[in-house]
C-alpha cells in the first residue's frame, strides 16, 4: 500500500493529520504569526511549519525560504515535487511534497500560502483550516511602506486587491493583527492546537 492508498478518507482525501493555511494580505502579519507559533511550540511536537521553495533569491530580511530557477521548479513540478504549487507577483512558489507525509503520520502542518491554494487544498486534504489573517487598511499601510519594497502607488494597489478578496468557509477563521502581536498570536495558536 503506498502513500496514494493509506491515509487517505472516502472521498480520497489525505488525513488524518491537519492541513493549516496561512493567507492573507501583504502586511498583515502571516510571518510574525507563524514564526511566534514555531517559537512556542516544541520542536519536536506534532506540528510542522513548512518551508516554501520560491523562484526568489534568498533574503534574510524577506521570508525564510529555499531558493530555485525556474528551470529547477518546472522539474520538480513535473517530477510531482510540491503538494501545492502557485505562481504570484512574478514568482512561482511551492510546498515540497514531504507535507502530504507528515499529514499522513498525523501532524498538523502550518503553510503560508496564497489564497489561489484553498480550493485545491479543499479537495486533497481532510483536515483543513484556513486562517485568514487581516489587518486595517491603515495597519497595512504603515507595516508596507515601512518595508520600502514598493511605491506607495504600489501600496495603495495592495491594499485594494486585499480588500477586493473574500475568504470564506466554514474552514476558515480570520484573526485580525490590527492589534497586539500576542492577542493575535494566541488565536493563531489556538487554532493550531484545536
Known amino acids: 500500500m503506498t502513500m496514494r492508498d493509506e491515509g487517505r478518507d472516502a472521498a480520497g482525501r489525505l488525513g488524518p493529520g491537519r492541513l493549516v493555511l496561512v493567507v492573507g494580505p501583504s502586511g498583515a502579519g502571516k510571518d510574525s504569526l507563524i514564526n511566534g ?8 511536537g506534532g506540528v510542522v511549519f513548512a518551508r516554501r521553495i520560491v523562484t526568489r533569491t534568498a ?8 531558493s530555485i530557477d525556474e528551470a529547477g521548479f518546472a522539474a520538480l513540478l513535473a517530477e510531482g ?32 500560502v496564497s489564497r489561489a491554494t484553498i480550493a485545491e487544498a ?6 483543513l483550516r484556513v486562517v485568514h489573517v487581516t489587518a486595517s487598511p491603515e495597519r497595512l499601510r504603515e507595516r508596507l511602506m515601512a518595508r520600502g519594497r514598493e511605491s506607495a502607488a504600489d501600496v495603495e494597489k495592495r491594499i485594494a486587491r486585499a480588500a477586493e478578496i473574500a475568504v470564506e468557509g466554514p474552514d476558515v477563521v480570520t484573526i485580525d493583527n490590527s492589534g497586539r502581536l500576542d492577542d493575535a498570536r494566541a488565536a493563531f495558536l489556538a487554532v493550531i492546537s484545536g
Open 37 to 44: 507559533a514555531r517559537a512556542a511550540l516544541p520542536p519536536d
Open 59 to 66: 533574503d534574510p530580511d524577506l521570508e525564510d525560504h529555499d
Open 81 to 112: 515535487g510540491f503538494a501545492l504549487s502557485w505562481r504570484a507577483h512574478g514568482l512561482a512558489y511551492g510546498l515540497p511534497v514531504l507535507i502530504d507525509a507528515a499529514i499522513v503520520e498525523g501532524r498538523t502542518v502550518v503553510a503560508n
Open 122 to 127: 479543499r479537495a486533497k486534504y481532510a483536515d
